[in-house]
């Protein structure tokens, strides 16, 4: 069975859970606990689960009403029984939703028969995982749209960031480590998969290159599979960036992130101590923890998406901005239009900044873009698509066109960044990029 049939099986099965009470996030999880048992017995790491629950072992069961016996029990005991830390975190407080045995029997032959030692019908089942997670993300009564990024913006961004071979990039808010997948897939393209690397930069980037934290063990549980089908072996915490574990979350050369919205319950300013200017607003934490976390030596950058009122905000947050303008150039804002995020009506920005070698008067100027104002509504009757950011990335860059981005995003384009963005403002003859959308800003 090709992988298209398998998707079309699963994107049934799914369906038909759904007339029966199951949610899109009920279903992903319940997907993540049988894939991973696959993935086990294909990656040779099937020794870590107890005999008793390997996946040749459930195969081998033809009663459904006693394999679904057997799965219930794996799920209520694997994490206690199995030594190794990725099983634990997977499967800490699972539980199954399934009703009905012969659906279990369906969701088991479904992956059982994926070729999964063809790399397309990997790549497939992958893209057949993040889809789900985008219909979880749509499903209001989930609250799973925070977890989830619009795949258009994240790849801009990374395009954008221009991330290299050897750098450490981290995402602080990993939701369901969509950014640091879509990183990785921008180097595989560029090095035909890795293929071209030596065995020790090839480790490097699977194991060491990508990292993340996620403070929700659901939207963990996800992260940590997604990572695993798309061939990454990343480290990904569960806990909270703004607790004691973000201080050891440093050094970075790129930071790619879009930070829960909201403040900490009950008004807590974080729990960690090494924060300048605490408070209470999580996005103004997170923007410290950020630029604190890349290195000094003039190369480290971020893209972060951000509120509103984290640019307006008195108090704390204009002294945080300063202390971002002082470490950092912030040198490009680029307001986001409505309805692209599943959260309604939030309204936010990206904040472009690199990490400068000294602690003050590294921006300059801040240059503006408007992609709010006289944009259409996105939605189901407008999709938010790639080409929306045509005329943004060709001011960023330049005059590098979108479909080019990603081949000629280089380090010496970012350097010319700020003078390119200058030039952009006052060339009324630019084509599409309109002068009246870049201004500069002053923040502070």
């Known amino acids: 069975m090709s992988a298209d049939q398998v998707a079309q099986k699963l994107w049934n099965l799914c369906n038909v859970l759904r007339d029966d009470g199951v949610t899109y996030h009920q279903y992903l999880n319940e997907l993540t606990y049988i894939l991973f048992l696959r993935l086990s017995e294909i990656k040779k790491f099937e020794v870590d689960i107890p005999e008793e629950y390997r996946w040749s072992t459930l195969m081998n069961i033809k009663d459904n009403k006693l394999l679904f016996d057997r799965y219930r029990e794996l799920l209520t005991n694997i994490s206690i029984k199995a030594d190794n830390p990725t099983i634990k975190e997977i499967y800490t407080n699972a539980s199954t939703t399934l009703r009905k045995p012969v659906n279990l029997k369906t969701l088991l032959t479904s992956i059982d028969e994926i070729d999964w030692y063809e790399e397309h019908e990997q790549d497939k089942i992958a893209t057949i995982y993040e889809e789900l997670l985008e219909k979880n993300a749509g499903e209001k009564k989930s609250g799973a749209g925070q977890y989830f990024t619009p795949r258009p913006l994240i790849n801009v961004m990374v395009d954008l960031m221009s991330p290299k071979l050897g750098e450490k990039w981290n995402d602080p808010a990993a939701g369901t480590f969509g950014f640091m997948i879509a990183a990785d897939n921008y180097l595989r393209e560029k090095t035909d998969n890795y293929f071209k690397l030596s065995e020790q930069q090839r480790k490097f980037q699977v194991y060491d ?85 890349l290195h000094k030596k003039g190369s480290a950058r971020s893209a972060v998406i951000l509120p509103d009122n984290v640019l307006f905000e008195d108090g704390d947050g204009r002294k945080i901005r300063r202390d971002l303008m002082d470490k950092c150039n912030l040198h490009t804002i680029l307001r986001l239009p409505t309805g692209i995020f599943y959260a309604a009506g939030v309204k936010t920005n990206v904040l472009f900044f690199t990490r400068g070698t000294t602690e003050t008067g590294n921006t300059k100027n801040v240059w503006f873009y408007d992609m709010r104002t006289n944009m259409p509504s996105f939605g189901k009757r407008t999709p938010f698509t790639r080409e929306a950011f045509a005329d943004f990335v060709l001011a960023y860059t330049g005059g590098i066109p979108l479909d080019k981005v990603k081949q000629n995003m280089t380090e010496l384009s970012m350097k010319a960044n700020d003078k390119r963005l200058r030039m952009n403002v006052g060339d009324t003859s630019a084509g599409r990029r309109s002068p009246k959308r870049m201004t500069p800003w002053i923040l502070v």
Do not use: W
Request: aromatic share 8%.
């Open 209 to 293: 290159a990508f990292s993340a934290c996620e403070l929700v063990q659901d939207a963990h549980r996800l992260a940590l599979m997604n990572a695993k089908l798309h061939g990454m072996e990343s480290a990904i915490e569960l806990g909270d960036t703004l607790s004691d574990i973000g201080k050891s979350m440093r050094n970075f050369d790129g930071v790619l992130a879009n930070p829960p919205f909201g403040t900490k319950k009950g008004g807590e300013r974080p729990s960690r101590d090494d924060f300048t200017f605490p408070t209470s607003n999580k996005q103004l934490n997170f923007l410290q923890h950020i630029y604190r976390s």
